[in-house]
Each structure stands twice: as C-alpha cells, then as structure tokens.
C-alpha cells in the first residue's frame, strides 16, 4: 500500500525542486542542521530543507514544545508498540492465507491474485518492522553500521511491497468487474495462467521502477550536538538531490503508485457496488422454482464480489488518509522545526499504521465473508475437531466448486448423474422393501 516511509519525501522533494533555486539542490550536508536525528526518511528529507535567515527567525518564534511531545509520543507509541502487534497478527493472517488459498478445492484465478496479495502484504510488514527498529535507543550508534546500510534497502523492499499490493488490488478488481459486467469475456481472459502471469508481472515492474530507492541515500558517521557522541545519521546522497531525477521520477512515482490506481479503484468498485445493488434486487424479486439453481451460482458470484469490494474499500479508507497528507506536502512544504513539520511527522507515524493494519487484516475479511475459506481454514488447521459436513452438503459444495473463486462452474452433467444415482437408490430401496 502507500508508504509515507518513502512516498512523502519524494513528492515533497519534487516540489521543493521546483520552487526552490538551482543553487539549493546541492547534496545537503552531513555536517550542517540535518544532521538531527533522522528516526525516518522523512525526518531526513525535512531536516535538509534549504531555509534563509527569515525562516530560522519565524522557526523560533514558534512555540514547538508541545509539538515536539507529540511526534515523540505517536512514535513511541506506533512504532515501538503497536507496529509489534499489528506486525504479528499480520504476519499470521497472511501465513494462514497463504496456505488457505493455495489448496487444491481452493485454486483459481481470483485466488491466484489474493495469494499474491498476501505474500506482498507479508513482505511489506516485515520490512516495515524492520524500519522501525531504528527508533529503538542505541541503534544510531556506529556498531550499528550494518542495519543502516540494509535500512536503505529495506526502504525499497517496503515502497516496492506496498507499490505491488496496491497494484494487485487494482488488477483483481478489474479482473472481478469483467467477470460480472462482461462474463463472456470473463471466461476468456479470467483464467488462472493469465492471472499468474499478470502477478509475475505486477511484481517484476513495481520492484523495478522503484530499484533506485536505495542509491537516493548515503549513510554518514556525524556527532550528536547534545551527547557530543558519534552516531550514524541517513542523507540524501547525490542521485537523490539531482534536480531532473526528483523531477522525473519523483513525480512519475506519485502518479504511478499513488494517483492512478486510486483513481481505478474508486472507479471499477462503483461500478461493481451498482452492479451488487442490481444483483440483489434480482434475487429478491426472483421465484421461479427452475431457475433456483441459477439463482444459486449468481448468488455465488455475488458473494465474491461483496467479499472483493469489502478488501478494496478498506484498502481504500486506510490509504486515503495518506494520500491526501502526501498531496497536501506536494503543494505546500513545512518549514524545518515548525508546528507544521511535527505535525506532518506524527500524522506520518499514525498513517503509516493504517498501511500496516491495512495489510494485516484481509485475513479478518476472508474469514468474515467467505464459507468456502472458513471450511478450507478448518480443514487444514483444525481437521482434529472439524466435522465433515453431511453427503448432500458435500455434493452442493463440489457442484458449485468455485464458491468462493470468482467462476462458478455449475455442471448440468453432473446434476443429471447425481438425479440418476438418486432415481437408482431409491428403486433399489423400493425393491428391497417388496422383498
């Protein structure tokens, strides 16, 4: 999903590059004022803004204190204690998911996509909990060298995992809307090879695009100006200050990975939410006894599309929060030390907790909204206690097999075998009976 790890200051160091002269793009300096200590990319970027004499006279007219408390404690808070929790949920959720949906009963195009989702998720976490140990006391220290050069690959993984997940989102909602608005195109290009070779490429191309996160940094060995202690400290390093690089790729980053596939997905998931509201005013209105079993395997088809529309609005309503701090910082940029800036600071921590809730609970909605994952969940983790349900419920759920895939497949064949097996045991019974 959208990381404000990474995301925030690149299209606020697009913007600054924009407004600020040719002069001010120079590497910042790992010996002057940004060298604070730098707990996120973030804090980085903000501590290295060019400001005059004017700005450090307004700087300090601000009362900060209070603000300062704050992005204390929303990190404090978010990265040493909930990030932990959410990390460990979501790393089961997404395990078990993994496992759910890779079953043989569980195979198909529409699952393909959410395995995906899980296995990007999961990265994601565990790559964002891996940033936050920097907030822990000591971890700038020099010996610590080797976590400060992986954090700057570590900041890729995490934008590039997000980058993906946020991709996949939109591909099996497109994926869904043919589907259902167009099921005959749906039976040619919604197929599992064609889903597998979609994800391979989703994740080859957002990992690529974002491989030069990594080069944007340099690690510097500086002294604390309050301990007089050696500590590390993250700066940009000459590729990321280069004027044309932040204009192009900044930008080409913010569109790609943030803009346009919000944009998708507010617009394919209305048209399937009107698309559910017509499929339910059908059914209700619908009493026809020889179209029960159409009725059904649409009934089917609408499930799975609730249960995908329910991923993407929460994928939606935890995401918008960030872009809409990240459009806010394209436009206007917080001086260093304002009220402003530890605003931003503490609102990033508490927004990039929503992405990681965000990525740790469509375990919760599977659960919630699908019997066939329930079942499947059971079988493979509680087959001790799991009860097989009763002969006819089996057959229903073999007839309608894909329940939960996004392609019910409801076999006329196999309801004339099943009516024939039946007619063939009832005879038999009748004869035994006479005799």
Not at 51 to 71: A, H, M, P, Q, R
Not at 300 to 313: D, G, P, R
Request: proline content about 4%; overall charge positive.
């Amino acid at each position: 999903m959208l990381n404000m790890t990474t995301a925030a200051p690149l299209l606020a160091a697009a913007l600054t590059t924009l407004l600020t002269p040719m002069t001010t793009s120079e590497p910042p300096s790992a010996t002057s004022s940004s060298a604070t200590v730098a707990t996120t990319s973030l804090d980085v970027y903000a501590s290295s803004l060019p400001y005059n004499s004017t700005d450090l006279v307004e700087i300090e007219l601000e009362d900060v204190s209070g603000y300062k408390t704050f992005l204390a404690g929303s990190r404090y808070v978010v990265q040493r204690v909930l990030v932990p929790v959410v990390l460990i949920v979501g790393v089961v959720g997404n395990a078990v998911t993994i496992v759910v949906l890779t079953r043989r009963q569980m195979r198909s195009s529409t699952n393909n996509y959410l395995t995906a989702l899980a296995i990007s998720d999961l990265l994601y976490l565990v790559f964002i909990f891996s940033l936050s140990i920097r907030h822990h006391p000591g971890m700038s220290r020099p010996h610590h060298w080797f976590y400060w050069h992986y954090s700057r690959y570590a900041l890729w993984l995490t934008d590039a995992s997000s980058s993906t997940s946020i991709w996949l989102t939109v591909t099996f909602t497109i994926e869904r809307y043919i589907a259902v608005c167009h099921p005959i195109k749906g039976k040619v290009f919604c197929t599992e090879s064609r889903a597998k070779r979609v994800i391979v490429a989703v994740f080859i191309l957002c990992f690529t695009l974002t491989a030069t996160t990594p080069h944007e940094w340099v690690i510097n060995e500086v002294t604390d100006a309050v301990t007089g202690q050696p500590r590390l400290a993250m700066d940009y390093s000459f590729l990321g200050s280069h004027s044309t690089y932040k204009k192009v790729f900044y930008w080409f980053t913010a569109v790609v990975f943030i803009l346009l596939p919000l944009v998708l997905l507010a617009v394919f998931n209305s048209f399937l939410i009107h698309v559910v509201r017509q499929s339910r005013t059908q059914r209700r209105t619908m009493t026809n006894q020889r179209v029960e079993r159409d009725t059904h395997s649409q009934s089917q088809e609408y499930k799975i599309t609730v249960m995908l529309i329910a991923v993407v609005l929460l994928a939606l309503l935890c995401q918008l929060p960030v872009a809409i701090l990240l459009l806010y910082q394209s436009f206007y940029v917080s001086k260093p030390n304002s009220i402003a800036f530890y605003i931003e600071l503490g609102l990033g921590n508490i927004f990039n907790l929503l992405s990681a809730i965000n990525a740790a609970c469509n375990f919760v909605l599977y659960c919630a909204m699908s019997d066939k994952y329930r079942r499947t969940f059971l079988r493979t983790f509680c087959s001790r206690w799991y009860r097989q349900p009763s002969p006819l419920h089996s057959w229903m759920a073999t007839a309608y097999s894909n329940v939960e895939d996004g392609s019910p497949r409801f076999s006329r064949m196999s309801s004339m075998r099943m009516s024939r097996r039946s007619s063939h045991r009832q005879t038999r019974s009748t004869v035994v009976t006479r005799v």
